[in-house]
């Protein structure tokens, strides 16, 4: 079956720490990413997706992610976070030519100011 | 703004209570989804239309069910709701692409409870 795994449950950070998060999905032809941010209060927004093209795509407020097709990953990064970033973060997959979505089961952060 | 959004927020109800979520959006897309999430679990799709086609998760129990009367609106209706149920509803909408991947747009969700 189709899954999405993130690897951290509970991350908690400094202000200015690098922060990587996993993500690995299972295998199934072409694929498009994404991850999601859902801070304290507000609902699912985009931080950024992978369709094609270059596997290092960059999203808003600093974060990064890299698909690496042979580990079937796509962590997310950012150099230095913020207060601001604690959030809860999902990694998702869509199998191509699917409107099927799964999600991993997210990665709560906190940053500690 | 356009938007999804989603009513009651909060909804509280007995054991075996019919109940009824809303979604409206006004961005105008073709596909809606409804997602169950409980807590620290992923959000797991219950079903969604591609404008009046209806698609059913396999693992998702028929005491689940769904209308979407326009392009606007989309209701997640629970029959008889158990214990189990209670979790917290999320609705999103995408417009379709060629390669079906686009990015979904969610609402605030509804957080059901089951008394």
């Known amino acids: 079956a189709q899954s999405v795994s993130q690897h951290n449950h509970h991350v908690i950070l400094s202000e200015a720490a690098s922060l990587e998060l996993g993500c690995n999905y299972s295998?199934?032809?072409?694929?498009?990413l994404f991850w999601y941010v859902q801070y304290p209060g507000q609902h699912l927004q985009l931080l950024l997706k992978?369709?094609?093209?270059?596997?290092l795509v960059k999203g808003i407020k600093g974060f990064e992610a890299e698909f690496i097709k042979s580990k079937f990953s796509f962590n997310l990064r950012k150099p230095s976070v913020q207060w601001s970033d604690t959030a809860e973060y999902f990694c998702?997959?869509?199998?191509?030519?699917?409107?099927?979505?799964?999600f991993g089961t997210g990665t709560r952060l906190k940053v500690l100011a | 703004d356009a938007m999804v959004i989603q009513n009651p927020r909060y909804q509280v109800t007995q054991f075996g209570k019919p109940v009824t979520l809303s979604c409206s959006q006004t961005?105008?897309?073709?596909?809606m989804y409804w997602y169950q999430q409980k807590s620290s679990q992923a959000p797991k799709l219950l079903f969604h239309?591609?404008?009046?086609?209806?698609?059913n998760e396999a693992d998702t129990p028929d005491n689940f069910q769904s209308r979407r009367p326009n392009t606007s609106f989309c209701f997640l209706d629970i029959r008889s709701p158990g214990l189990g149920d209670a979790a917290m509803y999320l609705c999103?909408?995408?417009?379709?692409?060629?390669?079906?991947?686009?990015?979904?747009?969610f609402g605030a969700g509804s957080r059901l409870t089951v008394l």
């Open positions: 999103a909408t995408s417009r379709p692409a060629a390669s079906g991947a686009n990015v979904l747009t």
């Open positions: 295998y199934g032809g072409t694929v498009n």
């Open positions: 992978y369709f094609s093209g270059d596997p």
């Open positions: 998702a997959v869509n199998y191509g030519a699917t409107y099927k979505y799964i």
């Open positions: 961005l105008n897309h073709n596909v």
């Open positions: 239309y591609y404008d009046k086609d209806f698609n």
